[in-house]
Structures are given as C-alpha cells and as structure tokens.
C-alpha cells in the first residue's frame, strides 16, 4: 500500500458514488485547507488478528490507507453503511438512500494560519457542517445526524484495536493529538439514479 497513491478516477460514478462525487467537489470548493476529499472507502480486512481498517482503491490492485500522515495533508473520506436502501420500482430503478460517515481528518496550522491556537474543534467542524448544511446538490440531498471526535468512534466499525498497534488506551501516533485532529460527522444520503 502505497500512501501517496491517488484514488481511482471513476469514469461515469452512480448512485451513492456520484452523490459523494457531487459532495466531494463542494466541499473542495467551499473549503481551500482540504487537500483531498476521497470517496467512498472499503473495509480491508488484513487478517483476523490484525484486524480491518478502512481504505480506497488507486489502481493496479493497490489501495490508499485512510490514516494520516505526512504525505496526505487535510483530507476526508465517506464510510457508507452496509445496509443501503434502494428505491425499487419494477422495470426502473429510482434511486435510493445510505447511511454515511464522513470523516475528515485536518492539521489546524493549516485550517487557521494565522490564529490556529485560538481555535478549537468545534470551529473546524461548524466550518464542515456549514458547507454541507448549505451546498446545493443537484441529484441528492444530505442530512447530517450527529458528529463524533474520539478515534474508536470516528473508526466505528473497524478492528483497529490490533491493526499495526493501534490501540486506544495508549496510542502514540502525533496525529492524535493537536496540531492534528479529526472528527466523523454522520448522517443520510439520499440520491436519485441519474447522480
């Protein structure tokens, strides 16, 4: 796994893909410190021991980790829910709906240069909400439900508890801690066929 790799460009996304397409180009639009806006990830699982962790195809049967580093600067990535609706109509398909978690991972020198030490989460996560609370899409609509900080609720979901060390009571990894910061906002996206 290649850390620096670009995701796969899809070359015709539908459904829930060409909603987060349609989101994700807002957002980067609305907010100039996200460097990359991922799209839907999938869950790998490295093996039963070492647990899953979440990650996006880039090509050449080669994935992009969705943890942070060096390399990734501020970025987001959608967590869709397995457990999607779709809007059945015999003969036609009309859409649907999915749960979803956007996580969104960020450095605060870079989201405020000039008074980063003066601002806190909560400025940064009102910053995203208020794109995504006023963006007007096209072929969706997004609500969100609830917003949450701490790693083992952001990687809900995800057995990162034995993945490469992870682990919640003691991790040591500098991306936990200011500068740094993330956060995961939850919600649903409801899409129509033609996205």
Not at 87 to 110: C, M
Not at 111 to 129: F, G, M, Q, R, T
Not at 150 to 167: D, P
Request: charged fraction near 20%; charge should be negative.
């Amino acid at each position: 796994m290649l850390a620096t790799r670009n995701p796969q460009t899809l070359d015709d996304p539908v459904g829930i893909e060409a909603a987060i397409e349609e989101i994700n180009a807002l957002l980067k639009a609305q907010l100039p410190w996200l460097d990359i806006a991922y799209g839907k990830c999938e869950k790998l699982l490295e093996s039963k021991e070492k647990g899953s962790y979440p990650a996006i195809y880039s090509a050449n049967n080669e994935y992009v980790e969705l943890f942070p580093d060096q390399n990734k600067g501020n970025f987001s990535f959608f967590d869709i829910a397995e457990n999607s609706v779709i809007n059945w109509v015999p003969h036609q398909l009309t859409g649907g709906s999915a749960e979803f978690g956007l996580i969104v991972w960020f450095d605060y020198r870079k989201v405020y240069p000039a008074d980063s030490e003066n601002k806190s989460i909560e400025h940064v996560k009102l910053d995203v909400l208020t794109v995504l609370n006023t963006i007007g899409l096209l072929n969706s609509t997004i609500t969100c439900h609830r917003v949450l900080e701490r790693v083992e609720n952001v990687y809900n979901g995800y057995n990162l508890a034995l993945y490469r060390g992870f682990s919640y009571g003691n991790i040591k990894s500098p991306y936990m801690m200011r500068p740094y910061g993330v956060f995961r906002i939850e919600g649903k996206i409801n899409y129509r066929k033609n996205c």
